[in-house]
C-alpha cells in the first residue's frame, strides 16, 4: 500500500516560507537574494546536501561537482535543493586523528540540519569518519536522508602490479626498512597508489562503513561500491536528489530505517566484507543516536555466523572497483541470504529483500559464495579478560594464525614517542614471542584513539624475517593494516584500565578460541601497582579538546559524547 503523503503544510520548511508574516517575509525576500523565486522554493522539499567537500580533503575531490548532480535530481523530482558545507575530516592530513573530530561533524550536522529550513537531507562522505560523523547527526535530528557514498578510487598500479590504499604503504614501508626497495622505487609507488578522486579502493573504513551505511538502507541500492570515477558515480547522485524528495513526501524518517534488525544487518555485512574494526566504535555510536542497544557480543556472535565472502585487501586480494564489477555489495547482500534481515525498511521505499531481488554475481573469485568463504566465521572477535575487562577486538583475518593461541612476555611502551624512540633500538630486549604493548593511545590518552594499533616490527626483527608479532594497544588500527593486533583495550590506559599496570616482563596471553586477553600477574602485585599509579594530566586544557576529554565515551560504548546518544529532547528552533 502507497505511503499516505504529507501535504506542503506539513514540510518543516512551512513555518519559515509557507506563513504570512514578519519573519517569513525575510526569509522569502533574501532567498529572492540568492537569485530565486517562489517558483524554485514555494511548497517544495527543502534538500540540504549536507556536502564535506574540502581542497584538503583527496577522496572528496569530486564532491563540488556532484553537489551539483544532486542538485540536478532534486529539481528533477520538484524539491528545492540547498548545499550546506561541513567540516571535512580528511584522514590523511588531519591531526592528531580523524576520530578526534567525529563528533565534531556529528554534532555540526545535527545543528545545520535542525536550525534551518531543512525537509530532508543528501549526506555526502565517504573518507572514513564522515560516514559515521554525518549519519550519527542525522539520526539525531531525525530528518529524512540519504547518504551518498563519496565511491572508491581506482586500482593503483605499479611495475604491472596492483597497488591498494594503505596495505601496500605498511608493506613497502617494511620493504624500504629493510633496505629492500630504495628511493626510486619507493617514489615511483606515491606516484601509482592513489590514482582518481575517491575513497580509499582497499577494504578500509571508508569501504567498510559505506558497505554499512548501505547494508542499514540509507543508500540508494548498490551505491556504495560504484567507483567515484565512473560515469555511474553522477548519475547515483542526481537518483539520490530526486528520491530524496520523494522519501520526504512519504516522511520515511531515520527512526523508521534505523532499527535493531537494520545494525544486525549492517553489521551481519561488515563481517562478510571482511571490514574494518573501526566500524565496532562507529556503529555503536551510530546505534547510541537511533536508540538501539548494541553492545560488543552482537559483534562477536556474528562474526561467528557469518563468513567473509568479500575478497578483498587487506584480508583478500582484490580491490572496490573489482568488487563493484563482480556484482557489489547486492550481490554479496543477496548471497548471505537468510543472514540478514530481509524485511527492513530501505530509502528506495522498499524492504531490503526486494531491493535484493535479481542480484547476482557476476565473478565468485571476488564475491565468494557461502560455500567457498575466504573464511569461514567473519572477521573479527571480541575478547574480554583481565588485560580487558571491557573487551577489545581482534581482526582475526588479518592476523597470523599461529598467533592466535599465544603466551609472551610484555614490552610495555608508555605512548607513542617512547615506542618512536626504543622500537628500533639495538638494546630492546625483544624476540619474535614477545608481546608489545602500546599505552596512552586511547580515546582519552591519544587523545581521540589514533590508529597506532598496528606497532611496527622491530628492526632487527624484521631484518630478520619476522613479520609478526602479537601487539596490544588502547588505539585503533586503520582497516588497511594487518598483523596480530589486540585493539581497543577497554577502560584504556589514561583511565586506569589494568593496561596501565602492565609492567616489562609480565606474562601475557592471548586466547582468541577462548575469546580472553589475560594478564598474569598476581590481583595483589597489580593492586599494589595501582596505588602508585597516577592518572596523567590531559593533554588539552581549553577547547574543543576540552570539551572531548570532559564527555568522550570509551571504545565499547562508541567514544561518541555522553550529552549527544540519543535523538530526543532537542526541540525545534522557535522562529521569532
Ligand atoms: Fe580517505 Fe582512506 S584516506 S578514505
Ligand atoms: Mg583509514
Redesign the pocket.
Known amino acids: 500500500m502507497a505511503r499516505p503523503r504529507l501535504t506542503a503544510e506539513q514540510l518543516r520548511s512551512h513555518r519559515w516560507f509557507g506563513v504570512d508574516n514578519l519573519r517569513s517575509f525575510g526569509h522569502k525576500s533574501r532567498t529572492k537574494q540568492m537569485g530565486f523565486d517562489a517558483e524554485d522554493y514555494a511548497g517544495k522539499p527543502v534538500i540540504g546536501i549536507v556536502n564535506t567537500w574540502s581542497d584538503i580533503n583527496p577522496?572528496h575531490t569530486h564532491f563540488r561537482e556532484r553537489a551539483e548532480d544532486v542538485k540536478r535530481g532534486v529539481y528533477q523530482a520538484g524539491g528545492f535543493p540547498l548545499e550546506l558545507p561541513a567540516m571535512s575530516l580528511s584522514?590523511?592530513f588531519q591531526k592528531p586523528t580523524t576520530m578526534l573530530y567525529r563528533n565534531m561533524l556529528a554534532m555540526e550536522t545535527e545543528e545545520l540540519l535542525r536550525s534551518y529550513p531543512i525537509d530532508g537531507c543528501v549526506l555526502m562522505g565517504?573518507?572514513?569518519k564522515t560516514v559515521p560523523g554525518l549519519i550519527m547527526g542525522a539520526a539525531s535530528v531525525d530528518v529524512p536522508s540519504i547518504f551518498l557514498p563519496a565511491g572508491p578510487m581506482l586500482k593503483g598500479r605499479w611495475k604491472g602490479t596492483t597497488l591498494g590504499?594503505g596495505s601496500d604503504t605498511w608493506k613497502y614501508w617494511a620493504q624500504r626498512r629493510a633496505g629492500i626497495i630504495g628511493e626510486r622505487e619507493w617514489g615511483e609507488i606515491e606516484d601509482g597508489i592513489a590514482r582518481s578522486p575517491g575513497?580509499?579502493m582497499t577494504m578500509?573504513t571508508?569501504s567498510t562503513m559505506t558497505a554499512a551505511a548501505e547494508a542499514m538502507g540509507l543508500t540508494l541500492t548498490g551505491g556504495s561500491s560504484v567507483p567515484a570515477a565512473f560515469s555511474n558515480h553522477p548519475q547515483l547522485a542526481v537518483a539520490t536528489g530526486r528520491r530524496i524528495v520523494d522519501l520526504v513526501w512519504e516522511d520515511v524518517k531515520p527512526s523508521e530505517l534505523l532499527t535493531r534488525e537494520a545494525f544486525e544487518n549492517a553489521v551481519a555485512v561488515v563481517m562478510a566484507m571482511g571490514g574494518s574494526t573501526n566500524a565496532v566504535i562507529h556503529l555503536i555510536a551510530m546505534a547510541g543516536r537511533a536508540g538501539v542497544e548494541l553492545p560488543l557480543e552482537t559483534f562477536d556472535e556474528l562474526a561467528r555466523a557469518v563468513p567473509v565472502l568479500a575478497n578483498i585487501r587487506p584480508s583478500g586480494e582484490h580491490l572496490m572497483e573489482d568488487f563493484h564489477d563482480a556484482g557489489g555489495l547486492r550481490g554479496l547482500m543477496a548471497e548471505l541470504g537468510e543472514l540478514l534481515h530481509r524485511d527492513t525498511t530501505t530509502v528506495n521505499g522498499r524492504s531490503l529483500g526486494e531491493d535484493l531481488d535479481g542480484a547476482e554475481i557476476h565473478d565468485d573469485d571476488v564475491i565468494r559464495r557461502r560455500d567457498n568463504p575466504l573464511s569461514a566465521e567473519g572477521g573479527l572477535a571480541v575478547l574480554r579478560g583481565t588485560l580487558a575487562p571491557d573487551g577489545c577486538v581482534i581482526k582475526t583475518t588479518a592476523a597470523s594464525p599461529h598467533l592466535l593461541r599465544h603466551e609472551g612476555r610484555a614490552i610495555v611502551f608508555d605512548d607513542y614517542d617512547d615506542m618512536d624512540a626504543r622500537i628500533d633500538s639495538e638494546d630492546l630486549d625483544v624476540d619474535e614471542n614477545s608481546v608489545l604493548i602500546l599505552r596512552g593511545a586511547g580515546p582519552l590518552g591519544g587523545p581521540g584513539m589514533p590508529e597506532w594499533g598496528m606497532l611496527p616490527i622491530p628492526k632487527k626483527l624484521l631484518q630478520r624475517g619476522v613479520t609478526d608479532m602479537v601487539r596490544i594497544s588502547d588505539a585503533r588500527m586503520s582497516g588497511t593494516s594487518y598483523g596480530t593486533c589486540v585493539l581497543h583495550v577497554a577502560p584504556e590506559s589514561f583511565a586506569g584500565g589494568p593496561l596501565a599496570l602492565v609492567r616489562d616482563g609480565d606474562v601475557v596471553e592471548l586466547d582468541v578460541a577462548e575469546r580472553r586477553l589475560d594478564l598474569h600477574v598476581e590481583p595483589e602485585e597489580l593492586e599494589r601497582r595501582r596505588t602508585e599509579w597516577k592518572p596523567p594530566e590531559p593533554t588539552y586544557t581549553r577547547g574543543y579538546g576540552k570539551l572531548f576529554g570532559k564527555h568522550i565515551t570509551q571504545a565499547d560504548k562508541g567514544c561518541d559524547f555522553d550529552f549527544l546518544e540519543g535523538s530526543g529532547g532537542a526541540p525545534e528552533p522557535a522562529i521569532h
Open positions: 577522496c584522514e590523511p565517504g573518507c572514513d590504499s575513497h580509499c578500509g571508508a
